[in-house]
């Protein structure tokens, strides 16, 4: 029993105490100084350690503690050096206390190096030992490794999607498979908004609704909603924002609703151009835009064309039995859809200083679209023809306006404060002609209707606005507004037959 014992303590004194140095040192057995435990120590080639390192029967002790938290460093690493050579002769690590022990170190002159991750290295010179001593250290402060970025750069990307306080925002930009179409290409894509095939717009089943450019009202959407939508092209669009729940700034127009398309500006520095073109089997378009930036001011340009071609055809069966009579109407309509619109623009904006800025602009759109509709009735009684009319309907619609906005803009250091003084001009010209004609079997002339509609719309408004957060969530606005507007009407209807 006693052999036994005597093996166990023999081999828990052989077993090997491993310390990893700062800067990728290794660690090394500590013997006891005795010749067994030297002879039966293994070295290993990456420590470095200086060879052949003399073993004495002197220690050294010490605590390691954050100089901030006055808590134990734990784990931290110790290196000892020979001053002379500047070799490393020893290490060891600390205990969870921050406790370390460096045993059978020879009589000489040191260097002690304590470091660990998160803190500035810490070194002991002039240690000087003598054969037999044990030298405490005592407490060893290292402080915190705080370095300064000079600047940091958090990237992101927005969200298709966007939910604000009182509007959600559908960032048509990051849309590509839009590129090409139109705005109504785009509004069939935003979430509460409804899109028919005519191109007529309604927002959550209802189309009282108001369409707004840039924040402001526009001429060509006064006359028709989907033939405007039809002269923006996509590409042109950065965001749509539904407002359902607008404020006094949007005078309360629409109950459903307000539709805000906010149209890209250019920020890069020198000459951009950006063509797209599209064939389509309904329709063709054709897009050129330029933008011109220099130090503060930035010039745009821009024009787009879209041509229509469409063909449909119905037919209608209708039987009708009375008093064993037996009555049935035959339809047959050829219709005819072909339109040219076209929209150009041209503005300018200048940084008047770090927080002020002038916007300018005009656009000017037209339009020419021709419906032709030609409608076969055939009456049939028992199976017997008994009558055939032809319907020509042909309406024309001849339209042009012209747009002009000067903007000044005012912000300020807190997120959201601004203040606003902007003013407009708009006119458009607009001719719709409506002629029907029936006609017999012989085509002749049975009956002819004659509608003639020209007007003119001219807007001019002047507004102010402010507003400044007050409150997490919440925003105070204020603002006044004039506008003056003038609408004249000829309508003209003739009957003949």
Same mark, same amino acid.
């Given at each position: 029993?006693?052999?036994?014992?005597?093996?166990?303590?023999?081999?828990?004194?052989?077993?090997?105490?491993?310390?990893?140095?700062?800067?990728?040192?290794?660690?090394?057995?500590?013997?006891?100084?005795?010749?067994?435990?030297?002879?039966?120590?293994?070295?290993?080639?990456?420590?470095?350690?200086?060879?052949?390192?003399?073993?004495?029967?002197?220690?050294?002790?010490?605590?390691?503690?954050?100089?901030?938290?006055?808590?134990?460093?734990?784990?931290?690493?110790?290196?000892?050096?020979?001053?002379?050579?500047?070799?490393?002769?020893?290490?060891?690590?600390?205990?969870?206390?921050?406790?370390?022990? !460096?045993?059978?170190?020879?009589?000489?002159?040191?260097?002690?190096?304590?470091?660990?991750?998160?803190?500035?290295?810490?070194?002991?010179?002039?240690?000087?030992?003598?054969?037999?001593?044990?030298?405490?250290?005592?407490?060893?402060?290292?402080?915190?490794?705080?370095?300064? !970025? &000079?600047?940091?750069?958090?990237?992101?990307?927005?969200?298709?999607?966007?939910?604000?306080?009182?509007?959600?925002?559908?960032?048509?930009?990051?849309?590509?498979?839009?590129?090409?179409?139109?705005?109504?290409?785009?509004?069939?894509?935003?979430?509460?908004?409804?899109?028919?095939?005519?191109?007529?717009?309604?927002?959550?089943?209802?189309?009282?609704?108001?369409?707004?450019?840039?924040?402001?009202?526009?001429?060509?959407?006064?006359?028709?909603?989907?033939?405007?939508?039809?002269?923006?092209?996509?590409?042109?669009?950065?965001?749509?924002?539904?407002?359902?729940?607008?404020?006094?700034?949007?005078?309360?127009?629409?109950? &459903?609703?307000?539709?805000?398309?906010?149209?890209?500006?250019?920020?890069?520095?020198?000459?951009?151009?950006?063509?797209?073109?599209?064939?389509?089997?309904?329709?063709?378009?054709?897009?050129?835009?330029?933008?011109?930036?220099? #130090?503060?001011?930035?010039?745009?340009?821009?024009?787009?064309?879209?041509?229509?071609?469409?063909?449909?055809?119905?037919?209608?069966?209708?039987?009708?039995?009375?008093?064993?009579?037996?009555?049935?109407?035959?339809?047959?309509?050829? &219709?005819?859809?072909?339109?040219?619109?076209?929209?150009?623009?041209?503005?300018?904006?200048?940084?008047?200083?770090?927080?002020?800025?002038?916007? &300018?602009?005009?656009?000017?759109?037209?339009?020419?679209?021709?419906?032709?509709?030609?409608?076969?009735?055939?009456?049939?009684?028992?199976?017997?023809?008994?009558?055939?009319?032809?319907?020509?309907?042909?309406?024309?619609?001849?339209?042009?306006?012209?747009?002009?906005?000067?903007?000044?803009?005012?912000?300020?250091?807190?997120?959201?404060?601004?203040?606003?003084?902007?003013?407009?001009?708009?006119?458009?010209? !607009?001719?719709?002609?409506?002629?029907?004609?029936?006609?017999?079997?012989?085509?002749?002339?049975?009956?002819?209707?004659?509608?003639?509609?020209?007007?003119?719309?001219?807007?001019?408004?002047?507004?102010?606005?402010?507003?400044?957060?007050?409150?997490?969530?919440?925003?105070?606005?204020?603002?006044?507004?004039?506008?003056?507007?003038?609408?004249?009407?000829?309508?003209?209807?003739?009957?003949? #037959?």
């Amino acid at each position: 029993m006693k052999n036994i014992l005597t093996l166990v303590i023999v081999a828990l004194g052989m077993t090997a105490a491993h310390a990893q140095f700062p800067g990728g040192l290794g660690g090394m057995q500590s013997g006891d100084g005795n010749g067994r435990n030297r002879n039966t120590t293994t070295q290993q080639p990456s420590l470095n350690l200086e060879s052949n390192a003399p073993k004495g029967n002197s220690r050294i002790i010490g605590f390691v503690i954050d100089s901030a938290a006055t808590q134990a460093v734990e784990f931290a690493n110790i290196a000892l050096f020979n001053k002379a050579t500047g070799k490393p002769v020893d290490g060891t690590m600390a205990d969870e206390k921050g406790k370390f022990t !460096l045993k059978s170190i020879a009589a000489g002159d040191y260097k002690l190096m304590i470091s660990f991750i998160g803190f500035k290295d810490k070194t002991i010179d002039n240690i000087k030992l003598a054969k037999g001593q044990e030298l405490d250290l005592g407490v060893i402060k290292l402080g915190p490794d705080v370095r300064t !970025l &000079a600047e940091v750069v958090v990237t992101g990307e927005k969200s298709m999607i966007e939910e604000k306080v009182d509007r959600m925002v559908y960032n048509a930009e990051k849309d590509l498979t839009s590129r090409g179409g139109d705005a109504a290409d785009i509004l069939k894509k935003v979430p509460m908004l409804s899109v028919d095939l005519d191109g007529n717009v309604s927002l959550r089943g209802s189309s009282n609704i108001r369409v707004l450019i840039n924040n402001k009202p526009s001429t060509i959407v006064a006359s028709s909603i989907a033939d405007a939508l039809k002269m923006i092209p996509a590409d042109l669009i950065k965001s749509v924002e539904v407002i359902t729940s607008p404020s006094a700034k949007y005078d309360a127009e629409g109950s &459903a609703g307000i539709i805000n398309i906010i149209t890209k500006k250019s920020t890069l520095q020198g000459l951009t151009l950006n063509l797209d073109a599209g064939v389509g089997v309904r329709g063709s378009n054709l897009s050129l835009n330029g933008n011109y930036r220099q #130090g503060k001011l930035g010039i745009t340009l821009g024009g787009f064309g879209r041509m229509f071609y469409n063909k449909a055809a119905t037919t209608l069966d209708q039987t009708t039995i009375q008093n064993g009579v037996s009555l049935l109407t035959k339809q047959s309509t050829d &219709a005819y859809d072909n339109g040219l619109f076209g929209r150009y623009n041209l503005g300018f904006d200048y940084d008047l200083g770090k927080n002020q800025s002038l916007t &300018a602009g005009v656009s000017f759109g037209t339009r020419n679209m021709i419906r032709s509709q030609d409608m076969t009735s055939n009456l049939f009684t028992n199976n017997l023809l008994t009558s055939t009319t032809l319907r020509d309907v042909t309406t024309r619609d001849l339209s042009n306006n012209v747009d002009m906005n000067l903007d000044y803009i005012r912000t300020f250091k807190t997120p959201g404060k601004e203040w606003s003084i902007s003013t407009q001009y708009s006119r458009s010209n !607009l001719t719709n002609n409506f002629n029907a004609d029936l006609l017999s079997q012989s085509s002749t002339l049975l009956s002819r209707q004659k509608n003639l509609n020209s007007n003119v719309n001219q807007e001019a408004t002047i507004q102010t606005d402010y507003q400044t957060p007050i409150k997490a969530n919440q925003m105070f606005e204020i603002g006044a507004k004039t506008i003056m507007r003038q609408v004249n009407s000829d309508y003209s209807y003739q009957v003949a #037959g």
